[in-house]
């Protein structure tokens, strides 16, 4: 996808730990990664603190909000799992295809390649559980074919610009370079789109009774994972991908070695 009009994805990044990873990037989406990145350590480690805090507010608003028809399920599916399942379950594979499906795309200029992954990772991962999530992999189905059908189109096109430059033709702009462009001048859009879209699919957790007051309060609900969805989301962007995976990995770790303990 083109972007070579575009300014530097970390011009004007911000500088200084809180200026990099402040909860306020929900405001206003950006694609600026941190101007120092050597300054990860400090700033993981704050955004670790910022979206457990966060989390464990919201929770208690998340337990009133679930009195409406929402009846908790995964801990009973976990339990049904050995120990050493339970642990590669939440701390290695949700994380890891979650990161893949949700936030490897989050970079200012889009590319092709890690938009049908991300759509063959989410598929993948939501296919065989709930209704819910059966509509999300529908989307993710959807995002990897779409990827795959704007790369064959650039992969022709760029045979007839070859033919169309040496006869001096004028040529037109690829679907994929607008949506490039688009996708790097409206940040807000992809990344509420992607924090929206993974808490909401974590309704999938619950057992509901559907009626318009439990439709009403599924963002409450989720709350918690809304929040580390964009703790997650900032590691991503500000720091790379990997980084929003271990974000990720260690925060589902100590959750689950909290409840384990305690259960």
Not at 29 to 47: C, E, I, Q, T
Not at 57 to 77: K, M, R
Not at 229 to 244: E, H, K, N
Request: net charge neutral; hydrophobic share 55%.
């Amino acid at each position: 996808m083109s972007g070579e009009e575009l300014p530097p994805a970390d011009a004007g990044a911000p500088g200084g730990v809180w200026g990099t990873i402040s909860p306020f990037f929900c405001a206003r989406p950006d694609w600026r990664v941190a101007a120092n990145r050597k300054s990860w350590p400090g700033g993981l480690a704050l955004l670790f603190v910022i979206g457990l805090g966060g989390s464990i507010a919201l929770l208690f608003v998340s337990l009133a909000a679930a009195q409406t028809g929402y009846e908790s399920t995964l801990e009973d599916q976990l339990l049904a799992e050995p120990l050493l399942t339970q642990l590669i379950l939440v701390a290695v594979v949700a994380p890891l295809f979650e990161e893949t499906a949700f936030r490897l795309v989050l970079t200012a200029r889009p590319r092709l390649g890690a938009l049908a992954l991300s759509g063959a990772a989410g598929f993948v991962y939501f296919a065989f559980s709930g209704v819910l999530t059966q509509i999300v992999a529908a989307l993710f189905a959807v995002i990897a074919v779409a990827a795959l059908v704007l790369w064959a189109q650039s992969m022709i096109a760029g045979t007839g610009r070859i033919d169309a430059i040496d006869a001096r033709e004028p040529t037109h702009q690829l679907w994929s370079e607008r949506v490039g462009r688009w996708w790097s001048a409206h940040p807000r859009w992809i990344i509420w789109g992607s924090i929206g879209v993974f808490g909401l699919v974590h309704v999938n957790n619950f057992d509901v009774r559907l009626h318009l007051a439990s439709i009403v309060v599924a963002p409450l609900v989720v709350g918690p994972q809304l929040w580390v969805g964009l703790t997650f989301t900032i590691a991503r962007v500000r720091y790379g991908w990997w980084a929003g995976l271990a974000l990720h990995a260690l925060h589902n770790f100590l959750v689950w070695s909290v409840s384990s303990a305690l259960s």
